[in-house]
């Protein structure tokens, strides 16, 4: 018997049985990786695409830091907060903490002393 049918184009094929297959069956692109994969202690483990290669870390500029000594613990909105003795913060704020009367610039050997270095 003749099946004299003519193809639709983007409707499955099917065999003389009447079976349909899929299309990716007929496909190219190789093997795919399966989900499920055995690692080296024979476990069945969750399978995944590979792994990316580590990049190597981009290191940020080096904002400059200033050591400054405050009298009292304060909070300055927009500004930030300090605490009582040694803080190390931006350069860009420390010119403005240290319009604060209770705040000076500290040297790198007495914050060194400080903590006993």
């Known amino acids: 018997m003749t099946d004299t049918r003519e193809k639709i184009k983007g409707t499955p094929e099917t065999d003389g049985n009447n079976i349909i297959s899929s299309g990716s069956a007929n496909s190219s692109g190789g093997k795919k990786a399966s989900a ?6 024979g476990v069945l483990v969750s ?7 580590k990049k190597e870390p981009v290191k940020a500029k080096q904002k400059e830091t200033v050591a400054l000594y405050s009298s009292k613990n304060v909070t300055w909105q927009g500004v930030g907060k300090v ?3 040694y803080n ?3 350069k860009d704020v420390a010119d403005q903490w240290v319009t604060r009367d209770h705040i000076r610039l500290a040297t790198p050997e007495e914050v060194a002393q400080a903590y006993g270095k």
């Open 36 to 41: 499920m994969n055995l690692n080296e202690n």
């Open 47 to 53: 399978g995944s695409a590979e792994k990316p290669k």
């Open 83 to 85: 605490q009582k003795g």
């Open 88 to 90: 190390i913060v931006g």
